[in-house]
């Protein structure tokens, strides 16, 4: 694989804005390479970070069903609660 060097710099430029905005880019970084069904507490902060995915929508496009993966909307919102 080419470094391409514009790519680095790029990512390099994301990572110190999401840093800046308080996004804890480790985290991130890290809970994207886990499987989808992972519970651990590096993935329970991911799924805090990116928010639910999408499963169904109305016709206007609104969300009307999500999930976060393998855990509950109680144990993200006791995430939450706890600071992740």
């Known amino acids: 694989m080419t470094h391409n060097p ?3 710099r790029l990512l390099n430029r994301m990572r110190e804005n999401l840093s800046k905005q308080g996004v804890d880019v480790d985290t991130l ?3 994207s ?3 989808y069904r992972c519970k651990c507490q590096v993935c329970l902060r991911w799924w805090v970070l ?3 995915e ?3 929508s109305d016709k206007d496009g609104n969300p009307t069903k999500w999930n976060y993966g393998p855990f509950s909307d109680a144990e993200i919102d006791e995430a ?3 600071g992740y």
């Open 50 to 52: 990116v928010g639910p």
């Open 54 to 56: 999408i499963e169904e």
């Open 33 to 35: 390479t886990h499987h």
């Open 80 to 82: 939450k609660r706890k």
């Open 6 to 8: 514009h790519i680095g």
């Open 29 to 31: 970084s890290t809970g």
